[in-house]
């Protein structure tokens, strides 16, 4: 018998990983911050609630999807929110992408309730969320990650339990330095080819099926050949998670280097103007360093 | 009709790609520093040359595959070289991997004896050598390209011509800026996975698949995790080719800044005797300066 | 005429900075977190106040000299702090290093209740502070530095005024990202040396009289050629520091390329315990790179 | 008694030089590869050396400064060069900045006919290489460094004999990684300052006199702030040191990363046009990527 669900967050993400849950028969009761998004749910068969309390006192399961650290402690801990109306017994699902450690803060308040709770950040972008074909990197209890997997399946594809409370953010982030890797290699790579005189579609066919592929190279190199910077992924939420990564190594006391540059990169950017663009953009920033463009 | 083929440098690579090309029946003349090497092409149905340019003065088209720029020199300009017996209207095909501006030299002390030279480095392993599916980025007049094509079909998978003479090279280079930057970024990511305590093997299979993944990632990224570091591609090759990207993109006047930095973090390994490990040893270069092991 | 002075925080800067005050024969009224502290100055002349706001209650002008923002933070907004106890018309300076970004912040509630404030940090070390020779950067009203200056000039030697509220802070910051700049050059630089085989206090004499030249290359580079670690300035504070101004860069949108690098080289060193050493260990974390030692 | 010298490259620090040991009424004979400007020095009381050969074969002791690795090649390796005319027992003493391992070649060629050498860069600009203010560095054997002290304290002041053959050379390389690290962290010092409204005159005022200082800082700090990029030492040639530098860092297997971020910015101004300008033009570097300008 299916456990009743609330939603809590219905941006880009947040209402397509919704509408998944309502396909597949859900009982869901939704809440966002502003409320026009709520009635395309409630149109889909959601019930509305009138705060994240509301939503909580109503609900088995919690999920949450929002920005940023603030807007989790915001939704949970701040007036009217999940931690006043959550009921003892029920589990809190957070898809957020937000700092380990007040993952870990968030979680000790929530369990002192007798509420559970599991890290769940995604990728995979709006697509996705709409085809309910996201990567789910879950952090806490085995047993409640076996009680929520019914409905991440509904959301997700690749779902997997990497390991205690707070490791669900933590492979966020090694995702978001991966990916911050390969895209400010590319723009390297890229500019060098360009001041190589080289045809760049050609040389893109040239390298991206061997030792120097990645999704990134398939995906955002004929973007940058283009000079296309519509976004998958924009510059200001990738400044965000690389934020929180270089928050974290320093917590772990760890190097974070190529993080470090990207970083100092990606903020010229954004001094710019141009926080909006795809985080393919990163190019511009060396671009800008001798006045030549890529593609051009 | 076949012309006749003369094939230098029966390394690791060369090996398999000369054997190759003797498996589609071409007659073939083959020379290597050390000779020992030369035996087993002889007993697969080649002829052996006395020296570089004995092999040239009996062939149409010449392969070259050697190490770095000085023996591509010594092959081509030394003595005995492939420049002092080469026909008028031969053409050499040169598979090593050296510098864009020295490959235009040699090409303009060739043509001048009326001789067409294009620049063809490999990349793909042993494995891509010994199986025909490297990939060969070509640089050089289409209709010289045209001309080799049959041959290196027999050697190669992914064969793209992507520009004039040296575009090869520089297309050579673009390749390894790419793969070190997903190598170093491979090595944060893993460090910083494991200070978070999270379970290496699931974290990759949870990142791998989505913007984050690359084949460095799901081809490097298990072998990190187990500690086995056993070269596809080792540190001390690794290192020349980067040595030869600084240097061009030098002459360039591009930025190159992530090549700097994993530059300077694979010479800390080959100072400290590792260069023969695989060039995913670079997380060795990051696990030093904290003194923690990644899977251990 | 004299005003009534309060000094609050009495660690190693602050103790010698109220003992300079006392010298004078100013009135002081004194409060430290721990009261062990205060005794020494209550012999010097100065009176014990219970706590800040108590201090603040019976001071026409408080000074301030804490550790972090959060000390300034908790002295001045948390319980029993300065703005509970200050009257109107007084006036606060904190000689802390704190976030000039909290430093608006902590001003504008000073302000709501007719209260003034300055920020001075302060450098020079302990001797400085001792000595009264320290150089204070003023950011502030000028009107408030005037009252100000006749006290300031009992503890300092190069007292500037370098603009508006937040500006002292952001000078000292100015002056943290030159001070790790010296100090991560004099690392590679000596790193550099030894592995050519120079004689080290050779070549300090050689360099340090010309445009290489430093107060860092002065006072620490003998330090780093005997292994003198100990510290005019531990890495732990120095830490603290570059934090300040990575997150004032960030803030700004301005890039901080050699404070990010030094950032990570640091980091190293305080995973590996020694954060108490002097900030010139630095050239340790290369050091470590490739196992080699300066000076041995 | 005097010996006889001579002098090779009369360049803007070698005519300084040359004029200096004229003064002290030696015997001297010169030669620079455009005439004219042996037309001052013999106007001096020189005598003018048909080559470098007849320089070489007419001196007891040939000074030696021109500017780079090939240059000292020529005069010294080339045709007619101080090789062919170099009396056995005679010693050549070279000024200029060249690769440490290039000088240990040369040097064994000149042992080899009976002749001695010294390595001996300068620094101190061309007013020091005019008022006789030079530091001289120097590599190679005791006796020598005595025999020429005499006619080396006409041209210098600090006079160091810091270690074996090349050792002059590495030890201007690590002046150099010095004055390198402390223009980066000034550029961006200066940069942060800008962004922070601070006064730029009364913060240089403010952190020159203490830990934060330095030669730099007070020397090019004020221009920085008047946008004076009028050169004390080019970018150009900035850029040539650094690449020995480099090109050193990798010969002895040691990390040079603050040395490496230098290069690629500097190397971003030559692209755009600037090398020309003086070394502290490198703030310009850092203002492109976020189009602010200091002191604007």
């Not at 205690?164 to 890229?190: D, F, H, P, R």
């Not at 200001?236 to 540059?261: C, F, H, I, N």
Request: proline share 3%.
């Amino acid at each position: 018998m299916s456990e009743k669900l609330g939603f809590i967050g219905l941006g880009i993400m947040g209402k397509g990983m919704a509408l998944n849950l309502l396909k597949k028969g859900h009982d869901l009761c939704v809440w966002n911050r502003t409320s026009s998004k709520v009635d395309e749910l409630v149109a889909a068969g959601a019930t509305a609630g009138n705060s994240p309390a509301d939503v909580a006192s109503k609900s088995d399961i919690v999920f949450i999807c929002v920005s940023d650290t603030p807007d989790v402690e915001a939704v949970v801990l701040g007036e009217s929110g999940v931690l006043e109306g959550v009921k003892s017994g029920a589990l809190v699902v957070d898809h957020s992408t937000i700092s380990p450690q007040v993952t870990k803060e968030i979680a000790a308040k929530l369990n002192a309730k007798g509420v559970e709770m599991l890290d769940a950040p995604i990728s995979g972008g709006n697509e996705g969320a709409a085809n309910g074909t996201l990567s789910i990197m879950i952090g806490g209890d085995a047993a409640q990650v076996g009680r929520a997997m019914p409905y991440l399946e509904a959301m997700g594809k690749t779902i997997t339990h990497v390991g205690a409370q707070g490791a669900g953010q933590s492979a966020k982030l090694v995702n978001q330095i991966l990916v911050i890797g390969t895209m400010v290699s590319m723009g390297e790579a890229m500019l060098f080819a360009e001041a190589s005189g080289l045809d760049l579609e050609k040389t893109l066919e040239a390298v991206s099926g061997g030792a120097a592929g990645s999704w990134t190279l398939s995906n955002r190199g004929p973007q940058v050949a283009k000079r296309d910077w519509r976004p998958g992924f924009t510059i200001d939420l990738q400044q965000k998670d690389l934020r929180l990564v270089l928050e974290a190594a320093d917590q772990l006391g760890m190097p974070a280097m190529t993080t470090s540059l990207a970083f100092n990169l990606y903020r010229t950017l954004q001094t710019l103007g141009l926080g909006h663009e795809g985080n393919h953009a990163i190019v511009k920033a060396l671009e800008n360093m001798v006045d030549v463009r890529v593609g051009e």
